[in-house]
């Protein structure tokens, strides 16, 4: 939440209500993409887009993947394609 907003009180209410079970189920059928809440309706996704417990996925955006993690693979990618020639 911005720290300067015009109206702090509107600007909280407006961010409870984001992170809301409605507001969460309008934006998971809206983006088609599941979210962190475990009690919102994602029986109209994909099941394969439903992250599944005890599952260790990987975070494109980590902040070290990318800070470094990016560059470095771009590297080893160009690197491969190069020698490949």
Same mark, same amino acid.
């Given at each position: 939440?911005a720290? +300067? ?15 809301? +079970? ?25 099941? $394969?887009? @439903?992250? +599944? ?6 975070? $494109?955006?980590?902040? +070290? ?5 990016? @560059? ?7 690197? @491969? ?5």
């Amino acid at each position: 939440m911005a720290n +300067k907003a015009a109206h702090p009180n509107a600007a909280r209410a407006f961010v409870n209500w984001l992170l809301s +079970k409605e507001a969460m189920e309008i934006y998971s059928r809206g983006y088609g993409a599941a979210t962190l809440r475990t009690d919102v309706d994602e029986s109209f996704l994909n099941p $394969q887009a @439903i992250p +599944k417990r005890g599952v260790d996925y990987f975070d $494109q955006h980590d902040w +070290k993947w990318a800070l470094t993690g990016r @560059i470095e693979a771009r590297e080893r990618v160009g690197k @491969i394609l190069r020698s490949a020639r």
